[in-house]
Nanobody, 123 residues
Framework: QVQLVESGGGLVQAGGSLRLSCATFGRTFSIGAMGWFRQAPGKEREFVSGISWTGSEYYADSVKGRFTISRDNTKNTTFLQMNNLKPEDTAMYYC?????????????????WGQGTQVTVSS
């Protein structure tokens, strides 16, 4: 069994930065690609960013150029650096893992999820 634990969310003013972390515990060898998703109230969960086992990065158009995903496989941790945050980035952010090594933008393709961390950006 694998557990994902997010941290790093909070309240920040527009233009500010936050760094989210996702620590993986348990059978970490069973995790291939990692992803970050977010869900705002009344909206569907949406893909934000993903990183393959080999380090290939993928981003939603809405965050491209502002967010950077990375992973440290030696520490079983995935990061999401978020710069130039906007009020529309406000949401609960979830990290997710899947066995397959390649990234998917479909949340249904991820079998393991963290509990989420709230990001609130004030204008």
């Amino acid at each position: 069994q694998v557990q994902l634990v997010e941290s790093g969310g909070g309240l920040v003013q527009a233009g500010g930065s936050l760094r989210l972390s996702c620590a993986t515990f348990g059978r970490t060898f069973s995790i291939g690609a990692m992803g970050w998703f977010r869900q705002a109230p009344g909206k569907e969960r949406e893909f934000v960013s993903g990183i393959s086992w080999t380090g290939s990065e993928y981003y939603a158009d809405s965050v491209k150029g502002r967010f950077t995903i990375s992973r440290d496989n030696t520490k079983n941790t995935t990061f999401l650096q978020m710069n130039n945050l906007k009020p529309e980035d406000t949401a609960m952010y979830y990290c997710a893992g899947r066995v397959a090594p390649k990234v998917s933008t479909n949340p249904g393709d991820f079998g393991t999820w963290g509990q989420g961390t709230q990001v609130t950006v004030s204008s």
